[in-house]
């Protein structure tokens, strides 16, 4: 499973859900938008849309799709 740390009307964050359509790993992504946790806009304020996996690794923006394919084939 994949956490996509967002919020909405970020024009970055649907880049970035775009690609995770192109990839086909919206199925295994939930997005968590961060105005709804305190601790994850302290932690993603300056830096969404982050891509976090369950071992905790993260793939920061700016990413592109090659990119989100050599992470989540790292970290599957």
Do not use: K, Q
Not at 24 to 33: Q, V
Not at 35 to 47: K, M, Q, S
Request: aromatic share 10%; charged share 25%; with cysteine.
């Amino acid at each position: 499973m994949l956490t996509l740390f967002h919020t909405d009307g970020c024009h970055l964050c649907e880049e970035a859900w775009a690609l995770l359509e192109t990839a086909g790993l919206t199925s295994i992504t939930r997005r968590c938008d961060i105005l709804d946790d305190p601790a994850w806009l302290d932690a993603y304020r300056v830096r969404i849309p982050v891509l976090r996996d369950e071992a905790g690794c993260e793939l920061g923006w700016p990413f592109d799709l090659a990119a989100l394919r050599r992470f989540t084939a790292i970290h599957p």
